[in-house]
């Protein structure tokens, strides 16, 4: 059974940074991509950045420029390196990969969620 568990969460002032992790484990043969989301309070679920297995990225731009992802293929593992933090980006972040586990064909997998709260 896939797994998605998230750490890295947690309270930090305007201006500070955070690191996200998440880690795919169970019996998975591929990962296209990884992605991070966001769920603030009253609204949707927003992507906030997302890469290939071959390592192309794209950004929200509301975080361009403020957040870097990155994975690392051979753990299965995609980070979030949040920099220069705004209370705007007070939110649960979701880990989301597209992959191919014992069910043989490509599917979307969440993990269960990490709080970042950004105090002003």
């Known amino acids: 059974q896939v797994q998605l568990v998230e750490s890295g969460g947690g309270l930090v002032q305007a201006g500070g940074s955070l690191r996200l992790s998440c880690a795919a484990s169970?019996?998975?043969?591929?990962?296209?991509?990884m992605a991070w989301y966001r769920q603030a309070p009253g609204k949707q679920r927003e992507l906030v950045a997302a890469?290939?297995?071959?390592?192309?990225?794209n950004y929200a731009d509301s975080v361009k420029g403020r957040f870097t992802i990155s994975r690392d293929n051979a753990k299965n593992t995609v980070y979030l390196q949040m920099n220069s933090l705004k209370p705007e980006d007070t939110a649960v972040y979701y880990c989301?990969?597209?992959?191919?586990?014992?069910?043989?064909?490509?599917?979307?997998?969440w993990g269960q969620g990490t709080q970042v709260t950004v105090s002003s």
């Open positions: 989301n990969a597209d992959l191919l586990a014992a069910t043989f064909t490509y599917l979307d997998y």
């Open positions: 169970g019996i998975i043969f591929s990962i296209k991509s």
């Open positions: 890469i290939t297995s071959g390592g192309s990225t």
